[in-house]
Structure formats: structure tokens, C-alpha cells
């Protein structure tokens, strides 16, 4: 066999984008030129107004949709070089819509589905499946048909289905969408167990505020292009920027951009550190 040799130039990425393009048949051009990577163990968000190209770019990562040029690189493989097959064992995407991920009778199957299908052996499949259910909350649901479920459920039932093949990276496209404040705070929970036990977790998203909370890494996509890379205190501190993505940032740093003038640092992402400047700016007169 041999040896597998990793590139110094790609060591600790797990994926790389170079020049990235992808147009629809019918010629819309969603992705312009992307080039981007991701580090092992990263927790990066994509924000972007609508039809910015973040579903787009999500599919070509593992392998649902192929580029029209450029190139993906997963953990240094060329990814127009591997089956869907493989890229779902590294790359896992959960589908902005469920039900487009859906289909199996019950939970239980559903979620099985993707470990049995990439071959790993029973027992494998069997701890997986009992992993994404009890990181979904899913214990009491395994019998129940997916499509009966409310759209919550569904979507746990989607993300442990991708949790299941145990893949590096997890891709959400917008999962706090159908789910209530508390059901969005405990998939975030989980979400960071999984990205502490080194997994790299991708959030698309429109909230700003799980941004704040939880990434450490925003990438802004505007019409198919990398309109910003930063940390998200950097990105929310461009009012302008973030105006022209059509993109709110958080209720708290819009606060802060308000009392600007009282002295108050306009990078605020946690009403923590606001209740903190306030107080030592002298409280608000
Ligand atoms: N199947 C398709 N066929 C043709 N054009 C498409 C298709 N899917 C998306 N597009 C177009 O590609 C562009 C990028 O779409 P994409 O779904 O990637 O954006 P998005 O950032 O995920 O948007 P949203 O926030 O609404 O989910 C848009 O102009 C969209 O209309
Ligand atoms: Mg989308």
C-alpha cells in the first residue's frame, strides 16, 4: 500500500476551495470564484442574503452538486475524484429543507440509512445510530414515520441521520429554522459537544445572534462571492458591509452601535460585555 502523504501546504485542512464556480443549468451562476478553507475543528458560519449562493456552495462541498470549474480538496483528495459515497464518510450535510432528506417509515430507519449504505459493520451502525439519537433527543421518536413529525423533529431527525455516518465536518443549512428558542439552544448544545470532541462544524444561517453565540468564524457571501472572512466581532462591527449582504447583526451589537458616541465600542457581540462597557462608561445618562 502506499503510504498516504500529506502535503505540508494542506496539513490540518479539511477542506480547500480554489476558484470555485458553479452555474445552473439554465445559466444562473451561483458561485462566482470562492476560494476558502477550513481547518480541522473549526466552527465557521456562512451568513449571506437570500440567493447569496450558501446552499449552493454547501452541495458542492460534499459532493451533491459537482463545480462547473475550480476545484474542492477533501482532507487533501480532489473531490471531483471520489463518490458520493466518500464524501459523505468526511463531509456531512444536513438539507436546509428535511423533507428533501427524508424518506425512510420510521426515525429508526432513517437514521440508520447512511451508516448501513457506506458499509460500516453492524455494530458500527448500531452505536452510531444510538449516538445521533441521544444527541438529537430522538430516544422516544425511533418508531414514529419522519414525515408525521413536527418540523422541529424533522429537523433533528435530518441532523442525526448525517451525525449517524460520523462524517469530520458537519454542514446545517439553516437548521434553527422550524425549531422554538429552546429547541435551537439545546441543538447548539449539541452542536458544540460535537465540534469539542474535534468534529468541524459549518453553520449556514440567518441568525445572527447563534453567529455571536456560537461561531468563531463568519464567512459573508454576497452574489456567489467571499464578501468577508473574519471573526465575528470583526464582521459585525461593518455595519455597511453587513447592510449590503442584507444582513442584520445581532440585536445587541446594533444597541451598541447606537451608543457609540456615549463610548461604547461598537464590536459588542454579547449583552454580557454591553452590561460590562456600560457600566464601566459610567452607566447611560
Ligand atoms: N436548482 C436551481 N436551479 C437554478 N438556479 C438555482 C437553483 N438553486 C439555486 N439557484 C439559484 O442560485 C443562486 C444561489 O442560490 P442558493 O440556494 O445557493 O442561495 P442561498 O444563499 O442558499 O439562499 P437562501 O438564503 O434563500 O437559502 C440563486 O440565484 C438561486 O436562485
Ligand atoms: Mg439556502
Redesign the pocket.
Known amino acids: 500500500m502506499i503510504p498516504s502523504i500529506v502535503s505540508p501546504l494542506h496539513e490540518g485542512k479539511v477542506i480547500t476551495i480554489r476558484n470555485l464556480k458553479y452555474v ?3 445559466g ?1 451562476t ?1 458561485l462566482v470564484e470562492v476560494s476558502l478553507d477550513f481547518k480541522r475543528g473549526e466552527y465557521a458560519a456562512i451568513v ?10 454547501a452541495k458542492t462541498l460534499n459532493g451533491l452538486l459537482r463545480p462547473t470549474s475550480g476545484q474542492v480538496l477533501i482532507e487533501e483528495r480532489d473531490a471531483s475524484q471520489m463518490t458520493v459515497a466518500e464524501l459523505a464518510k468526511t463531509v456531512g450535510y444536513a438539507f ?1 429543507n428535511p423533507d428533501h432528506q427524508l424518506f425512510c417509515s420510521s426515525v429508526e430507519e432513517e437514521i440508520r440509512f447512511g451508516p448501513q449504505n457506506l458499509g460500516y459493520p453492524e455494530d458500527e451502525v448500531r452505536k452510531n445510530v444510538d449516538r445521533a439519537v441521544e444527541a438529537m433527543a430522538l430516544g422516544k421518536l425511533r418508531a414514529v414515520a419522519p414525515l408525521s413529525l413536527r418540523l422541529g423533529e424533522r429537523r433533528r431527525v435530518s441532523i442525526a441521520s448525517v451525525i449517524a455516518m460520523n462524517p469530520e465536518v458537519l454542514i446545517l ?2 437548521p434553527s429554522t422550524g425549531l422554538d428558542n429552546e429547541e435551537t439552544e439545546e441543538l447548539m448544545a449539541k452542536l458544540k459537544v460535537l465540534n469539542d470532541e474535534g468534529k468541524t462544524i459549518i453553520l ?1 444561517t ?1 441568525d445572527m445572534r447563534l453567529v455571536a453565540d456560537h461561531a468563531k468564524r463568519v464567512i459573508v ?1 454576497s452574489q ?1 462571492r467571499v464578501l468577508l472572512d473574519s471573526d465575528p466581532r470583526g464582521a459585525f462591527s461593518d455595519l455597511d458591509l453587513l447592510r449590503q449582504s442584507n444582513l442584520q447583526p445581532p440585536a445587541v451589537t446594533q444597541l451598541a452601535h447606537r451608543l457609540v458616541e456615549r463610548g461604547i465600542p461598537k464590536d459588542i457581540i454579547s449583552p454580557q460585555e454591553l452590561v460590562f462597557q456600560v457600566l464601566r462608561a459610567g452607566g447611560i445618562k
Open positions: 445552473y443549468e439554465g444562473v451561483a449571506g442574503g437570500n440567493g447569496s449562493g450558501k446552499t449552493t456552495l436546509q443549512d439553516e449556514i440567518h457571501l456567489g
